[in-house]
């Protein structure tokens, strides 16, 4: 198994997140925070019990619009990028925001929902 460098403290982006989760939560539904452990045995469970994660290697997350199907997913990784997609009006979004540390995570994060949102 190859090691990934770790860039992205998921754990500081998990708790710079969560206050504008709530915000979030006026227009959309929020679900809860996922982890994925890289020292799991494959195939590596996806779970929202972060005390079950030995190594975070992933941090997920998902929005719903109240008043229609669109949907939006993020997956950022540690080692530096976020697998970005969303269902808006039937029309099928992706994106893979690169960065180097959890500022750039965290701005990667909340722009890409802010695009959404609009």
Not at 22 to 37: A, I, N
Not at 60 to 86: I, M, N, P, Q
Not at 98 to 105: I, L, M, P, S, T
Request: aromatic share 12%.
């Amino acid at each position: 198994m190859w090691a990934v460098e770790h860039l992205v403290d998921l754990d500081i982006l998990a708790s710079r997140l969560q206050p504008v989760m709530r915000d979030w939560e006026r227009w959309v539904s929020v679900g809860p925070l996922t982890w994925r452990d890289e020292a799991a045995a494959w195939p590596q469970p996806i779970t929202s019990d972060r005390s079950s994660v030995r190594v975070p290697e992933t941090l997920g997350l998902t929005l719903r619009k109240h008043t229609s199907d669109d949907e939006f997913e993020a997956v950022v990784w540690t080692g530096g990028w976020a697998d970005v997609g969303y269902l808006l009006g039937g029309e099928v979004y992706t994106f893979c925001p690169e960065f180097r540390d959890v500022d750039g995570a965290y701005t990667a994060v909340t722009t890409e929902v802010e695009d959404f949102l609009a």
